[in-house]
């Protein structure tokens, strides 16, 4: 029974190229949310989706930065022409999104990426 | 969307000891979660608490929800080394379909 998967686990990038990071979900769990936490800092909520649909993207930066979770495959977090500063350690999470408001996350082991 | 400020921001103490981190808003919460994330990895579900004023105990961590649901504690006993990590808390708006929105983390440190 695997949890969150995340790849890769680790990503170096140089300026200017993409990054693309997948998560698949727990078995049973149809929703994602994707967090960025820098060094010594807590998580920072980016965006939540549901099979082909994006709920809230209310934490995504407006420019190269878009996400999707197809009806097939892997959520993917695309960050196009990389800078130094989104270096950070990218976490994805998934629940079952059941009717309460009580429900938890399931966390992946997150990537961490580096931009040189 | 609520700011979850969390107290102690990093806490060091040996083993043995007790300790209490504290997690406080502004906002009502209709529950409220805390997890434990340790380096490397991504942060694990340890409890919600749900109704004001509850207490839950898990082993060694005793955790509870304000009378108002706008703040919780989370108290340690007799801290082992295997509790060092970050506490985050973490609340959600009311409403179904929103996100959880996580405190600013205490790190701790147990040391022998």
């Known amino acids: 029974n695997a949890g969150v998967m995340q790849n890769p686990r680790h990503l170096v990038r140089r300026r200017g190229q993409e990054a693309r990071l997948r998560c698949s979900p727990m078995?049973?769990?149809?929703?994602v949310y994707w967090y960025r936490q820098l060094p010594e800092e807590g998580l920072k909520f980016m965006v939540y989706?549901?099979?082909?649909?994006?709920?809230?993207e209310s934490g995504m930066p407006k420019e190269r930065f878009s996400a999707e979770f197809p009806k097939e495959g892997p959520s993917i977090l695309r960050i196009q022409q990389v800078v130094r500063g989104d270096s950070a350690a990218y976490f994805c999470?998934?629940?079952?999104?059941?009717?309460?408001?009580?429900?938890?996350?399931?966390f992946g082991s997150g990537t961490r990426l580096t931009v040189v | 969307t609520q700011l979850l400020e969390q107290s102690p921001q990093f806490l060091s103490i040996q083993e043995g000891e007790n300790l209490t981190v504290y997690c406080n808003s502004s906002?009502?919460?209709?529950?409220l979660q805390w997890y434990r994330q340790e380096p490397g990895e991504g942060p694990v579900l340890l409890v919600t608490?749900?109704?004001?004023?509850e207490v839950k105990k898990l082993k060694r961590l005793t955790f509870q929800f304000g009378d108002a649901r706008k703040d919780s504690s989370l108290h340690i006993t007799a801290a082992q080394t295997g509790d060092t990590g970050l506490y985050l808390c973490?609340?959600?708006?009311?409403?179904?379909?929103?996100?959880?929105?996580f405190g600013t983390g205490t790190r701790l440190q147990v040391t022998l």
């Open positions: 999470a998934s629940s079952s999104g059941t009717t309460t408001n009580n429900y938890g996350y399931t």
């Open positions: 078995k049973g769990h149809s929703h």
């Open positions: 989706l549901q099979k082909e649909n994006i709920i809230d």
């Open positions: 906002s009502v919460f209709s529950s």
């Open positions: 608490v749900v109704t004001g004023g």
């Open positions: 973490a609340a959600r708006n009311t409403g179904t379909a929103s996100k959880l929105t």
